[in-house]
């Protein structure tokens, strides 16, 4: 891959299993947060997914679209977008209550010094969202930072883990489960919680900051020793497929990769790729913010794209000082400050 053309054509292929679900999922899409990092290949993903299975069904796509061509771009996709602030309960009540949700809405990096806003996107929002599309099939996008850091002997947080979130990030994206939690007890609404970390793209994610760090010859941080990853473009398949197992109680899916990754290897394989020698500092901690997604992979099989070929193609991608995105995931933070 040379282009983002390219990136984004692949990471948005369905597979056959992704258009089969569709068949069963009943209604049109509605993806709240549409303008992160995930969501415009997401949407793509799920409009061909569509047109594969020769359905006529709509993908939505909500966000306040107040930056940059985004809007445009997933129209000539043929995405219908609206724009709205989310957080105005006004603009909230007039979106169409669909029969299936996608929520991506959220905050994280920025935390620090902005707590109230972070609070109010990820604890106060869901609620409003929940009470509009009562009844509807939610996917709630969550994080592994709910967990506690692990001993790297247990193999990773499954979801019958207790969670014991590390600041104020982690702790308001566990207040985001609660609330969606007591609305779908409430109302009886089908609910999946999405526990995430982490998608790569080769524009950003924890490859690509491993990997830029051994080309640039910058000193590699190792407190986060250890570490789960997924193609973007599988973690999104698997979030539209979770619309079919969202239920009353909720549904709690771990979603990453299978591997638990050393940083340190990592680093090494990127290195062979990359004709440098890593630097590190500091040392490997016996604990590290892990997750064992092995439902979600009993769900809906191992990730398409495999560790290697994301680790090649990141290489590839650097060398050849490819596009990227200035959101950096600061994956080595063990004290949950964002």
Avoid at 72 to 93: M, P, R, V, Y
Avoid at 106 to 112: A, D, E, L, R, S
Avoid at 165 to 178: A, I, N
Avoid at 205 to 230: C, K, Q, T
Wanted: net charge negative; charged share 25%.
């Amino acid at each position: 891959m040379k282009t983002v053309e390219e990136l984004e054509n692949l990471m948005t292929e369905p597979s056959e299993a992704l258009v089969k679900d569709m068949r069963k999922i009943e209604g049109n899409i509605l993806i709240l947060g549409i303008g992160g990092k995930m969501g415009p290949t997401l949407a793509i993903m799920a409009k061909r997914a569509i047109d594969k299975a020769g359905l006529d069904k709509k993908v939505i796509g909500v966000s306040r679209f107040s930056n940059g061509t985004l809007k445009e771009d997933l129209e000539k996709a043929g995405i219908e977008t609206i724009s709205t602030d989310l957080l105005d309960d006004e603009q909230l009540k007039l979106l169409p209550k669909e029969k299936n949700i996608i929520y991506m809405a959220g905050n994280k990096f920025g935390t620090t010094g902005n707590e109230h806003f972070t609070w109010a996107m990820n604890t106060y929002l869901p609620g409003r969202v929940a009470e509009h599309f009562r009844g509807s099939n939610i996917v709630a996008f969550s994080t592994g930072n709910v967990y506690p850091l692990v001993p790297l002997t247990l193999g990773g947080c499954d979801e019958l883990h207790e969670v014991a979130p590390v600041g104020e990030y982690g702790q308001s994206s566990l207040g985001r489960e609660r609330v969606f939690t007591y609305f779908s007890h409430k109302d009886n609404s089908p609910l999946t919680v999405f526990r995430l970390n982490y998608a790569i793209d080769m524009r950003y994610g924890v490859l690509l900051e491993i990997a830029r760090s051994v080309y640039n010859e910058i000193p590699l941080d190792l407190s986060m020793g250890h570490v789960n990853v997924i193609w973007q473009g599988d973690a999104n398949e698997y979030a539209i497929r979770s619309l079919l197992i969202a239920s009353s109680p909720p549904t709690i899916l771990n979603v990453t990769g299978p591997e638990t990754l050393p940083v340190r290897w990592l680093a090494n394989e990127f290195g062979k790729l990359l004709g440098k020698t890593p630097i590190f500092e500091g040392v490997e901690k016996e604990n590290a913010l892990l997750n064992n997604a092995s439902k979600a992979h009993k769900l809906f099989g191992y990730p398409r794209v495999s560790i290697r070929e994301m680790i090649e193609w990141t290489a590839d991608w650097v060398a050849n000082d490819g596009e990227t995105i200035n959101k950096p995931t600061h994956f080595q933070e063990r004290k949950g400050q964002f």
